[in-house]
């Protein structure tokens, strides 16, 4: 992949930068860039606009609606929409339950379920964990037993991102008989999250917001045709989609735009004297993390231009998480120290649509300690980066 743009790049890169001066919504771009949490229909409103411009989904082949952009362009496009304070798109159906379905989906559930995806026109969440099976996911417990055309599911999934507004739910559930091996025993499953016999409980995070939830089947039928692929085969397709997943978290490009602003609030002191980006100590601590995020983005890259040739993220996916989640950790952590006293007036109500009050310090401040609290998940989810480590010393240095 080369990063010295030819005119045709160029010019896409205009093309991309024209889009989203026209069509993203400012008040949109404003709470992304300054850290806020935005509603469904917010997410809902930019995705659809992507779509209509035939953008949502640049890494699906191009049979199912993806652009067929090259590894770079997809580079300018992610850092063209950071820099704009466009919102990372909901990965659930997008970038995990989709590269599942028309890979191994059969053609009535890739017609059935991919033109509603890339629409956004429905929402997915992802129901993998449950209390004592999130490391140990092998180990998860809920059932779907068959009953002629159907299975019928009992158990209880937690931590479930978003699940208070999804209509569907990919799940990993337990088909084989309780004697079979823990991993061939496991199925992937979709289930209408608005069957009456499901319930969904929030759980509120440390910043006082119900971003997860358990969600309990008590009895749910589902439909055989449901299953994607092979009974007891859901394992292979779990590990496929946690690679996609974990190389999306790594955020290299707003991490990018963040450390940009990080310096910009570093550079301003009210007196123009007494700069913190000209202590040294705090200056060293900037260019740590610049490195790691520059090395991070070259490796980032070379999974991209893998993707590009139709391969799933292998596990080199573990490394972008691990690294992407620390930079984005040590970042946090920066912006509390630039921040000052200004990062600790931490009334959550002064970020919610009906506020009309001031802020306390500048809207860049003002969420320093909600987003340092609330990014304390990112080294958790979609595997704890201990876990990771594990999966690279056998998968990548065979120890
Ligand atoms: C904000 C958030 C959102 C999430 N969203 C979703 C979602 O949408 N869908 C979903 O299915 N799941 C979701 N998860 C669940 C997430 O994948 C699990 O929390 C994660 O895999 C860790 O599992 P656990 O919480 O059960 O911790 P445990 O597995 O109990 O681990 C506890 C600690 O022990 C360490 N540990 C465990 N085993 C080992 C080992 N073998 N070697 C070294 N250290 C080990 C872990 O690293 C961790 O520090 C989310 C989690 C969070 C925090």
């Known amino acids: 992949m080369n990063l010295n743009f030819s005119t045709e790049e160029t010019d896409f890169q205009q093309e991309v930068r024209q889009f989203l001066q026209d069509k993203l919504p400012k008040d949109i771009a404003k709470k992304t860039k300054d850290g806020l949490h935005l509603s469904k229909d917010e997410y809902v409103q930019w995705q659809q606009i992507l779509h209509a411009q035939g953008w949502s989904a640049p890494n699906w082949p191009v049979e199912h609606g993806g652009t067929a952009w090259t590894p770079t362009q997809k580079y300018i496009f992610a850092n063209e929409c950071a820099k704009a304070g466009a919102p990372d798109v909901i990965p659930f159906g997008l970038k995990m339950?989709?590269?599942?379905?028309?890979t191994f989906g059969n053609e009535e559930q890739k017609q059935r379920f991919l033109p509603d995806i890339l629409a956004s026109n429905v929402w997915w969440c992802q129901g993998y964990s449950e209390t004592g099976a999130g490391s140990d996911l092998a180990g998860l417990k809920t059932t779907a037993v068959r009953d002629g055309d159907e299975y019928v599911v009992n158990g209880t999934k937690t931590w479930t991102t978003l699940g208070q507004y999804a209509d569907w739910i990919f799940c990993l559930v337990r088909t084989g008989?309780?004697?079979?091996?823990?991993?061939?025993?496991?199925?992937?499953?979709l289930i209408n999250m608005h069957?009456?016999?499901?319930?969904?409980?929030?759980?509120?995070?440390?910043?006082?917001?119900p971003e997860v939830n358990e969600v309990h089947f008590?009895?749910?039928?589902?439909?055989?045709?449901?299953?994607?692929?092979?009974?007891?085969?859901?394992?292979?397709?779990?590990?496929?989609?946690?690679s996609h997943e974990r190389t999306g978290i790594a955020r290299v490009a707003l991490s990018k735009e963040r450390l940009v602003q990080l310096k910009e609030l570093?550079?301003?002191?009210?007196?123009?004297?007494?700069?913190?980006?000209?202590?040294p100590i705090f200056a060293q601590k900037v260019a740590d993390v610049e490195i790691n995020l520059l090395a991070l983005e070259y490796t980032e890259l070379r999974t991209l231009s893998a993707i590009s040739t139709g391969q799933a993220p292998g596990p080199e996916s573990s490394i972008l998480k691990i690294v992407g989640t620390q930079v984005i950790q040590a970042i946090d952590e920066l912006y509390v120290e630039a921040a000052g006293y200004y990062s600790m007036p931490f009334v959550p109500h002064q970020f919610e649509d009906d506020f009309e009050g001031q802020h306390i310090g500048s809207d860049m401040e003002a969420n320093t300690a909600l987003r340092y609290f609330n990014n304390r998940k990112a080294s958790i989810y979609g595997g704890s980066n201990e876990i990771q480590?594990?999966?690279?010393?056998?998968?990548?240095l065979g120890l």
């Open 266 to 279: 570093a550079q301003g002191s009210p007196d123009g004297a007494n700069k913190l980006l000209d202590d």
């Open 218 to 242: 008590d009895g749910v039928r589902v439909p055989a045709e449901n299953l994607i692929g092979v009974e007891g085969q859901g394992w292979t397709y779990a590990k496929i989609l946690l």
């Open 389 to 396: 480590t594990n999966i690279i010393s056998k998968a990548v």
């Open 97 to 102: 339950v989709a590269p599942i379905i028309y």
């Open 195 to 209: 069957d009456p016999k499901i319930t969904v409980s929030p759980i509120v995070l440390i910043d006082g917001k």
């Open 177 to 189: 008989a309780p004697s079979a091996k823990n991993q061939e025993a496991i199925s992937f499953l």
